[in-house]
């Protein structure tokens, strides 16, 4: 009977409002399998679900875009419902705290958040900071104008509140954006785009920036350009990195 009742307890939910006919049931199993994830979905699809209907998205987790802005410390969900669709705003979560300056990461143990743009590449439900999620750094720009021996790796969205490179928004808030992006992988969305900003890049931010940290500037006006791309198209765009490692859309 316990061992009943211990199976019923672990079978991962075939059916819920934020999974599509055709899910991925066999990445939500894995997921699932880790008690950490199983307590936050529990915790979390119901607020999500209710969250979806009042921003008037259908029940299914849809494609998901992340911004995430260093010096206002903020991290942005946005989500549209097919192809062809704007990103709408439908999370924005505080990160709750900074280390290293504005800047790109260049190295291993510069202590800087990565700028550029990345996609999440890893799902972690044992995290050692409660649950996390990979971004793809260092990317091709990365590893061009990064240290040619080390420019460093390991870099996630996490709860928790502390870091040396990371992405921390503390447990409740991990919670569901994990419960999110796994969503909406188990959807169909294989890459989920993460783009981080030393701020908004606008024609005011970037010559704030600029005047104080004049060695980035050619930097920062080449990440300018896929900002304003959003800014203008409510989608991200497709990017490339050059033999310079500057993005090329």
């Given at each position: 009977?316990?061992?009943?009742?211990?199976?019923?307890?672990?079978?991962?939910?075939?059916?819920?409002?934020?999974?599509?006919?055709?899910?991925?049931?066999?990445?939500?199993?894995?997921?699932?399998?880790?008690?950490?994830?199983?307590?936050?979905?529990?915790?979390?699809?119901?607020?999500?679900?209710?969250?979806?209907?009042?921003?008037?998205?259908?029940?299914?987790?849809?494609?998901?875009?992340?911004?995430?802005f260093?010096?206002?410390?903020?991290?942005?969900?946005?989500?549209r419902?097919?192809?062809?669709?704007?990103?709408?705003?439908?999370?924005?979560?505080?990160?709750?705290a900074?280390?290293?300056?504005?800047?790109?990461?260049?190295?291993?143990?510069?202590?800087?958040?990565?700028?550029?743009?990345?996609?999440?590449?890893?799902?972690n439900?044992?995290?050692?900071?409660?649950?996390?999620?990979?971004?793809?750094?260092?990317?091709?720009?990365?590893?061009?104008?990064?240290?040619?021996?080390?420019?460093?790796?390991?870099?996630?969205?996490?709860?928790?509140?502390?870091?040396?490179?990371?992405?921390?928004?503390?447990?409740?808030?991990?919670?569901t954006?994990?419960?999110?992006?796994?969503?909406?992988?188990?959807?169909?969305?294989?890459?989920?785009?993460?783009?981080?900003?030393?701020?908004?890049?606008?024609?005011?931010?970037?010559?704030?920036?600029?005047?104080?940290?004049?060695?980035?500037?050619?930097?920062?006006?080449?990440?300018a350009?896929?900002?304003?791309?959003?800014?203008?198209?409510?989608?991200?765009?497709?990017?490339?990195?050059?033999?310079?490692?500057?993005?090329?859309?």
């Open positions: 009977m316990w061992t009943l009742f211990f199976w019923f307890c672990l079978a991962a939910p075939t059916e819920s409002p934020l999974l599509a006919a055709g899910a991925d049931q066999k990445f939500f199993q894995e997921q699932w399998r880790y008690k950490r994830f199983r307590q936050a979905w529990l915790n979390k699809a119901g607020p999500i679900e209710s969250k979806l209907k009042a921003e008037q998205f259908p029940g299914a987790v849809p494609n998901l875009f992340l911004r995430a260093k010096q206002d410390q903020a991290l942005e969900v946005w989500a419902v097919r192809n062809g669709e704007p990103y709408r705003l439908l999370y924005r979560f505080p990160i709750c900074l280390s290293g300056v504005l800047g790109p990461k260049r190295k291993q143990g510069d202590l800087q958040i990565p700028e550029g743009l990345y996609v999440i590449d890893r799902f439900p044992a995290s050692s900071y409660h649950l996390s999620l990979g971004i793809n750094y260092p990317n091709r720009c990365d590893r061009r104008l990064g240290d040619p021996v080390d420019p460093g790796d390991l870099i996630f969205i996490h709860g928790n509140c502390v870091t040396i490179g990371c992405l921390p928004i503390q447990n409740d808030p991990i919670e954006l994990y419960s999110l992006c796994v969503a909406a992988r188990a959807n169909g969305q294989k890459q989920i785009p993460v783009h981080i900003f030393p701020t908004r890049l606008d024609e005011a931010g970037l010559a704030k920036l600029i005047k104080t940290r004049p060695q980035h500037a050619d930097f920062w006006r080449n990440l350009v896929p900002y304003r791309f959003f800014e203008n198209e409510k989608r991200p765009p497709r990017a490339k990195c050059d033999q310079n490692g500057l993005y090329q859309l």
